[in-house]
């Protein structure tokens, strides 16, 4: 059983705040649920306090990503388990608005995540404008020690490993979706992209639209993709983070270790293999460079 369930939120540093804040409210349709003493501001897709935080600093990065524990499991149980597998973990309550508590994993393979049982839920609803994504739905993350997160989450937090790119690229899900997290084996660090799901593949023709008239052009997409299947395009916000819309994602059956049968899939069952690494390049050479020299 996976210790936790979803990724519930993703926090961003940015040198331009005002800017990043108008993309997610007017673009994405986000709402602004709370802004900190910091100036972070914390916005909802739907339902959670917030999925989206934007704290102002001279770096933009992606500071941290939060996951909420599986039904069942403490934060003082999941920071004993951490312990047990040599990883150091810190409890800290009334770290963020929305949250009462969070166990915080700092700097593994140069990223911070977070863990969280609870988080309000002012359910502000979905904007009727922008995009207004059904949810966030993973991230990936690209690191040297590709292979040290891939055991943090497979062997301490319980993911399934759901498909391949030869060793560069691997897809890992803690629930029904085909992956939650991607993580990428390449030399840099740094998220390589965070991921909206959307309602459905008409849905991607109108946020094509939304994003034209907003002059954020599109680096790749709407298209279908191998791995996952997801019906998928990208594009960057202004702070030069990958941002991919989606629709269509695989549904893993993990007492199966398959997905759920569709007419575009290469196999029935599909299962979680490797896929041939010539599709991934010609992929991220969309975004002008190669993962596997990255």
Same mark, same amino acid.
């Given at each position: 059983?996976?210790?936790?369930?979803?990724?519930?939120?993703?926090?961003?540093? $940015?040198?331009?705040?005002?800017?990043?804040?108008?993309?997610?409210? /007017?673009?994405?349709?986000?709402?602004?649920? +709370?802004?900190?003493?910091?100036?972070?501001?914390? #916005?909802?897709?739907?339902?959670? =306090?917030? /999925?989206?935080?934007?704290?102002?600093?001279?770096?933009?990065?992606?500071?941290? /990503?939060?996951?909420?524990?599986?039904?069942?499991? @403490?934060?003082? &149980?999941?920071?004993?388990?951490?312990?047990? !597998?040599?990883?150091?973990?810190?409890?800290?309550?009334?770290?963020?608005?929305?949250?009462?508590?969070?166990?915080?994993?700092?700097?593994?393979?140069?990223?911070?995540?977070?863990?969280?049982?609870?988080?309000?839920?002012?359910?502000?609803?979905?904007?009727?404008?922008?995009?207004?994504? %059904?949810?966030?739905?993973?991230? &990936?993350?690209?690191?040297?020690?590709?292979?040290?997160?891939?055991?943090?989450? @497979?062997?301490?937090?319980?993911?399934?490993?759901?498909?391949?790119?030869?060793?560069?690229?691997?897809?890992? @899900?803690?629930? !029904?979706?085909?992956?939650?997290?991607?993580?990428?084996?390449?030399? &840099?660090?740094?998220?390589? =992209?965070?991921?909206? +799901? #959307?309602?459905?593949?008409?849905?991607?023709?109108?946020? $094509?639209?939304?994003?034209?008239?907003? %002059?954020?052009?599109?680096?790749?997409?709407?298209?279908?993709?191998?791995?996952? !299947?997801?019906?998928? $395009? *990208?594009?960057?916000?202004?702070?030069? @983070?990958?941002?991919?819309? *989606?629709?269509?994602?695989?549904?893993?059956?993990?007492?199966?270790?398959?997905?759920?049968?569709?007419?575009? !899939?290469?196999?029935?069952?599909?299962?979680?293999?490797?896929?041939?690494?010539? +599709?991934? %390049?010609?992929? $991220?050479?969309?975004?002008?460079?190669? #993962?596997?020299?990255?």
């Amino acid at each position: 059983m996976s210790k936790v369930f979803r990724l519930g939120y993703t926090e961003f540093t $940015s040198a331009q705040v005002g800017a990043a804040l108008g993309y997610y409210t /007017n673009v994405m349709g986000a709402r602004l649920v +709370e802004q900190g003493p910091d100036g972070t501001h914390y #916005l909802s897709l739907g339902l959670d =306090h917030h /999925n989206i935080a934007l704290r102002p600093s001279a770096a933009p990065a992606n500071a941290l /990503n939060g996951f909420q524990v599986s039904q069942g499991i @403490t934060l003082v &149980a999941l920071a004993q388990h951490f312990t047990r !597998h040599g990883i150091v973990s810190e409890y800290q309550s009334d770290a963020r608005p929305g949250v009462p508590a969070v166990l915080l994993v700092r700097d593994l393979a140069g990223f911070n995540f977070e863990f969280f049982a609870e988080m309000a839920m002012p359910a502000p609803g979905f904007a009727q404008h922008g995009i207004a994504p %059904n949810r966030l739905g993973h991230v &990936a993350l690209m690191s040297p020690e590709g292979k040290k997160l891939e055991k943090f989450f @497979t062997d301490v937090l319980g993911f399934h490993l759901t498909d391949w790119f030869d060793d560069i690229v691997t897809f890992l @899900t803690c629930n !029904h979706d085909h992956h939650v997290v991607n993580l990428v084996t390449v030399p &840099a660090t740094k998220l390589h =992209h965070i991921a909206f +799901e #959307l309602r459905g593949c008409a849905h991607q023709y109108e946020a $094509s639209d939304r994003l034209t008239k907003a %002059n954020v052009p599109l680096r790749w997409g709407p298209a279908r993709h191998t791995a996952g !299947h997801n019906y998928a $395009s *990208y594009h960057y916000d202004p702070n030069q @983070t990958l941002v991919e819309l *989606y629709a269509d994602l695989d549904v893993y059956l993990p007492d199966l270790n398959c997905f759920e049968p569709r007419p575009w !899939h290469e196999q029935l069952p599909q299962r979680p293999r490797v896929w041939p690494l010539a +599709e991934l %390049n010609a992929w $991220s050479a969309s975004f002008a460079f190669d #993962l596997a020299t990255a």
